[in-house]
C-alpha cells in the first residue's frame, strides 16, 4: 500500500488479524502474579520498548474517571508497585478513592493485561529507597514540578528547576514530603490474547477468601 492511500484510509478501517499464540486454562500459572512474571519476562525479551508503561485509571470518590501512563517499578505476591507526587491528580484521586486499575498493552506480543484492586502508599523507607536510586535530574524534577497544577509558562517551570538545582547544590536531593510510591493489590486480573476472527483468549483470575479462582471469559 502507498504512502498516499495510508494517509486516506479512514480510522473505522484500521483494524488487523491476532493470530500468534493462544493462551489456556489448562497452561496458566495457579497465582496470576507468577502468569504476570512470565508475560512481563517475555515482553522484555522481545525488546518491547517501554515495556513497563501501564496505564493507570483512577477515579473521584463520585466516580469521575481519569487515565495515564506510569511506570511499573515492581511487582511480588503483594501487588504492584509505581512512584509519582502524591498532590498530584492522581495522587488526590487515589487518596480519597483508593480503587484503581492497570492495564498493559504489549501490542507486538498482541496481549493485553487487565489489573483491578486497591492502592496504598508505599512506607517512606521504601520510598526514600527507590527516590535515591533515580538521576540526580528526575530527583531534581520532582521537587521542581508541582504535577498536574496549572504553570503560567515554560520558563516558569525552569525557573522553578534552576532554584531547587541551586538550592541542593553539592547536597544529597531528599525525597520530598509530597512524593512517594503506590502499592497496588490486585483483587482481579485479565489476561487477553488475540486470536483470529475476534476469538481471543481471555483468562481471568478473581481471589475470594485469599484463593484465587481462575476462568474464562467471552472475547
Ligand atoms: C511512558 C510514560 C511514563 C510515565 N511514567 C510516570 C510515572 O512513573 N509516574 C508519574 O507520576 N507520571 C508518569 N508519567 C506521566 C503521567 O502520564 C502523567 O502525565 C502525570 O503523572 C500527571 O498525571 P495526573 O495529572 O493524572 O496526576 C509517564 C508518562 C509516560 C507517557
Known sequence: MSEDNRSTKSIAELR???SQQALAESEVCKNPIDQFSEWFEQAYSADLLDVNAMNLSTATKQGKPSSRIVLLKGVDEAGFRFYTNYESRKGRELNENPHAALCFYWAPLERQVRI??????LSRLTSEAYFKQRPRESRLGAWASKQSDQVSSREELEKRFR???QKFKNEEIPLPDFWGGFLLRAHRIEFW?????????????EKSNAEWNIFRLAP
Open 193 to 205: 490474547q488475540g486470536r483470529k476472527g475476534r476469538m481471543h483468549d481471555r483468562i481471568c483470575y
Open 163 to 165: 532554584k531547587i538545582k
Open 16 to 18: 488487523r488479524e491476532y
Open 116 to 121: 483491578e484492586g486497591e492502592v496504598e502508599r
